[in-house]
């Protein structure tokens, strides 16, 4: 019993800093993450352009992919 209880809170914690990093989104410039929810289909996006300005429409989901803006060198 005490095995599938400590598996059980194990597997809740692996959850839990998954839905954080999703909370999370995008660090700096240049990254973008696309929400997806069950069926796959887009439901929402978080970007920080590479002038700094973020963007969020839709809902973060817990399925999510991470892509990148090539941002051009500062001057």
């Not at 809170?9 to 700096?28: E, M, S």
């Not at 990254?31 to 809902?59: L, M, R």
Request: a negative charge.
């Amino acid at each position: 019993m005490r095995k599938k209880l400590a598996l059980a809170l194990g597997l809740a914690a692996i959850a839990a800093v998954g839905a954080a990093v999703a909370a999370i989104g995008p660090t700096g410039p240049g990254q973008i993450y696309t929400y997806y929810d069950a069926n796959g289909s887009v439901v929402g996006q978080s970007s920080i352009h590479c002038d700094g300005t973020p963007e969020f429409w839709g809902k973060a989901t817990k399925d999510y992919g991470v892509g990148y803006y090539i941002c051009d060198p500062e001057p």
